[in-house]
């Protein structure tokens, strides 16, 4: 068991560029999550996935993003013509998905985005 | 809607005092409740959960106790070291695929 995995850890770029994450979820492991936490804030739902199937999706999350988890291994989560205020720590977590109300989400180390 | 809220931050303690972080909870149902903690320069890990009322959850010295009758899932340690230091977050899950988190609470516990 290696964990959640996330790449890159740090991105840095220039508002109205596209950005791009992925997220490695725990083997075995069905559902996929995002979220995304602001400075001295608790992190906030975005999406999540049933092994290929995008189920919810937040009202945070605007048309300039878009997340897919093909094949329901691994996901991504892109955005669109980047700005300011998406600079944020974008977390991605996993869980079986099997255990209804019990089920348990295991966390990343998460993408830090700055946009300048 | 569902939401969490936590007693602000931070709160500092020598160390080996007794630790308090009050989480209260609104939600339908009967919602799962957790307890993540977040270390410096780290990811969200898991502290402990329970899943129905009167369930104790607890490691590493830590415990909560889920209390249906004042929606309260209050987090405690009898003996705080240095490297409790960090911030807690406590959660819960009702239906659908998401968490809700509190706003977090910063520890820091001094020598």
């Known amino acids: 068991d290696t964990g959640v995995s996330q790449d890159p850890r740090h991105k840095i770029t220039k508002r109205g560029q596209n950005v791009t994450f992925r997220c490695d979820p725990i083997?075995?492991?069905?559902?996929l999550y995002w979220y995304r936490q602001t400075l001295g804030q608790g992190p906030e739902f975005l999406t999540y996935?049933?092994?290929?199937?995008?189920?919810?999706k937040s009202r945070l999350l605007s048309d300039r993003f878009s997340a897919e988890r093909p094949k329901g291994s691994f996901s991504t989560l892109e955005i669109q013509r980047t700005e300011q205020g998406d600079s944020a720590m974008y977390l991605c977590?996993?869980?079986?998905?099997?255990?209804?109300?019990?089920?348990?989400?295991?966390f990343g180390p998460g993408t830090r985005l700055t946009v300048l | 809607g569902d939401s969490v809220t936590q007693m602000e931050g931070p709160v500092t303690l020598s160390e080996e005092a007794f630790l308090t972080i009050n989480c209260t909870y609104t939600?339908?149902?009967?919602?799962?409740l957790f307890w993540y903690v977040q270390y410096p320069g780290e990811g969200l890990q898991l502290l402990l959960k329970?899943?129905?009322?009167?369930d104790k959850g607890s490691n590493k010295g830590f415990e909560a106790t889920y209390r249906k009758e004042t929606t309260s899932f209050h987090l405690e340690k009898g003996s705080v070291q240095v490297s409790d230091s960090a911030v807690y977050f406590c959660?819960?899950?009702?239906?659908?695929?998401?968490?809700?988190f509190g706003q977090g609470t910063e520890l820091s516990v001094k020598p």
């Open positions: 977590a996993s869980s079986h998905g099997t255990s209804g109300r019990t089920d348990t989400q295991y």
């Open positions: 083997s075995e492991h069905n559902r």
């Open positions: 996935f049933q092994n290929e199937a995008q189920l919810e």
């Open positions: 939600a339908t149902g009967y919602p799962s």
């Open positions: 329970a899943t129905k009322a009167d």
């Open positions: 959660a819960l899950y009702n239906q659908g695929g998401k968490l809700i």
